[in-house]
């Protein structure tokens, strides 16, 4: 009688255990190409940015060998890659204003680790490489402010107040910044009205105070930065909304990519394409990776590629999976584009010889 009773309360604890562990193992989230970041590292090498399971990934596209880099599930602040000497610097949140720095050799060796304690860990971070005499920095941004930190990180040696107030909306608030260097940071904006939404970028001179805005955007797009260098790129799926507001118009030539420079804050090329809207899904998707342009039709599930400077390199190439997959990076020597497939919920890659 005792042993059985035994044998009953060693079943309970067990399975009381068993459930425990299962409740605090984490479950990833099906990954997706609009939450994935792509960081380019060397010749077919890339970084993969999953921002919905915060995982990091070393993927090496030839021989589809995948190193994660990312320390559990906390939260990936930003993902940098510097070629001399070659590093991948991850930065992920720590506790309270504390963020963790990890440095990978590009075969996802560990280099060092250390934490930086900031005075205000905001919302958004953005670390910057050292050059010359000057040391790493850290640009933090929370709501409208901007502080630019830099060893002990006391105190921010740069400050900028980047609230806007229009009369013509309801609300403009921050959506998206980039700062690769002192002194320039670019600032995409959203602005809200009745029945209306705009979007536009500030390009801020943080040590001459200059301000130049550049608002001739008829739809939502994405900023990146490279040297002296601001890309805007745009994506838009057509769908049902009301008449009266602004989209963009299947008749019209689009937009899809511009280079803004940083100090004259002109822009300096350009690409256009025509669409079609038609049935449930049409519209384009555009990406940029390592000075390729990528452009796809999603209502012909075909895509091009141009040079940064608006060159074409290839036209109506077929997209994998009808634009299901995400592009990674074409090869010029090879003549091979690398897709990103997350059909089975975990990286796969997949090579598509151009046509001619």
């Known amino acids: 009688m005792v042993k059985r009773i035994f044998v009953i309360f060693a079943m309970t604890i067990g399975l009381m255990v068993s459930a425990d562990q299962s409740y605090a193992r984490p479950t990833e989230l099906p990954p997706s190409n609009d939450r994935t970041d792509v960081v380019y590292v060397s010749e077919n090498v890339v970084t993969l940015v999953d921002y919905i399971n915060n995982k990091a990934d070393i993927v090496d596209l030839q021989t589809k060998i995948t190193t994660n880099i990312s320390d559990g599930s906390n939260t990936i602040l930003d993902v940098k890659v510097i070629k001399n000497p070659q590093k991948i610097v991850l930065l992920q949140k720590g506790n309270g204003n504390k963020i963790s720095k990890t440095v990978f050799s590009f075969s996802g060796n560990l280099i060092s680790k250390t934490e930086i304690a900031l005075e205000n860990a905001g919302d958004k971070i953005r670390w910057v490489a050292p050059t010359g005499t000057t040391n790493e920095r850290i640009m933090v941004q929370s709501n409208n402010s901007f502080s630019l930190y830099q060893y002990p990180w006391t105190k921010p040696s740069v400050s900028y107040n980047a609230k806007i107030v229009d009369v013509g909306y309801e609300s403009v608030s921050v959506m998206d910044w980039e700062f690769e260097g002192y002194p320039n940071l670019a600032i995409k904006y959203h602005a809200q009205g009745i029945m209306r939404d705009d979007y536009f970028v500030k390009m801020v001179n943080l040590y001459s105070k200059n301000e130049a805005s550049l608002?001739?955007?008829?739809?939502?797009?994405?900023?990146?930065?490279?040297?002296?260098?601001?890309?805007?790129?745009?994506?838009?799926?057509?769908?049902?909304?009301?008449?009266?507001?602004?989209?963009?118009?299947?008749?019209?030539?689009?937009?899809?990519?511009?280079?803004?420079?940083?100090?004259?804050?002109?822009?300096?090329?350009?690409?256009?394409?025509?669409?079609?809207?038609?049935?449930?899904?049409?519209?384009?998707?555009?990406?940029?990776?390592?000075g390729q342009v990528f452009v796809g039709d999603l209502l012909e599930h075909t895509w091009s590629l141009f040079s940064q400077e608006g060159a074409i390199l290839l036209k109506k190439q077929d997209w994998p999976k009808n634009g299901a997959t995400k592009f990674l990076y074409y090869n010029l020597k090879s003549q091979t584009a690398y897709f990103l497939d997350y059909s089975s919920g975990e990286i796969s890659i997949m090579e598509k010889p151009s046509k001619k």
């Open 215 to 290: 608002k001739d955007f008829n739809s939502d797009f994405l900023i990146k930065t490279s040297g002296n260098y601001l890309a805007a790129l745009s994506s838009y799926t057509y769908q049902a909304i009301p008449g009266n507001v602004i989209r963009p118009s299947a008749n019209d030539s689009q937009k899809v990519f511009r280079v803004i420079n940083k100090s004259t804050t002109k822009e300096t090329a350009s690409i256009k394409e025509v669409f079609k809207q038609d049935g449930d899904i049409s519209g384009w998707k555009t990406e940029l990776i390592n």
